[in-house]
């Protein structure tokens, strides 16, 4: 059974870094499209980035471009999100799924199946 689970998050100040990790299980990390998405309190789950299945085609949401980089390492199985410069605006839940039915990515979240269970990122002093 395919199964994704994130990992990486923390506490971490204003300007500083974390490097989520995407763990899947059951099948190979390449036949799908992965995309990380956040939720913060009270707002609705946004994209910040994706991976198509090839790995040739690369998203970022605006507001992280510049500052994030998704990869992916086959041979873990395994999708990562390095994020850098990070702001209080980026504190969420961050979760990793996969795309359904499409090697291409997306930015709509119901287009995303199996999701992960989360892993919370805040960003403060």
């Known amino acids: 059974q395919l199964q994704l689970v994130e990992s990486g998050g923390g506490l971490v100040q204003p300007g500083g870094s974390l490097r989520l990790s995407c763990a899947v299980s059951?099948?190979?990390?390449?036949?799908?499209?992965i995309g990380w998405f956040r939720q913060a309190p009270g707002k609705e789950r946004e994209g910040v980035s994706c991976?198509?299945?090839?790995?040739?085609?690369?998203n970022y949401a605006d507001s992280v471009k510049g500052r994030f980089t998704i990869s992916r390492d086959n041979a873990k199985n395994t999708v990562y999100l390095q994020m850098n410069s990070l702001k209080p605006e980026d504190t969420a839940i961050y979760y990793c799924?996969?795309?359904?039915?499409?090697?291409?990515?997306?930015?709509?979240?119901?287009?995303?199946?199996?999701w992960g269970q989360g892993t919370q990122v805040t960003v403060s002093s």
């Open positions: 799924a996969r795309r359904g039915g499409m090697a291409t990515c997306s930015s709509i979240a119901a287009e995303y199946y199996n």
């Open positions: 059951g099948s190979r990390v390449d036949y799908y499209a």
């Open positions: 991976i198509s299945s090839s790995g040739t085609s690369i």
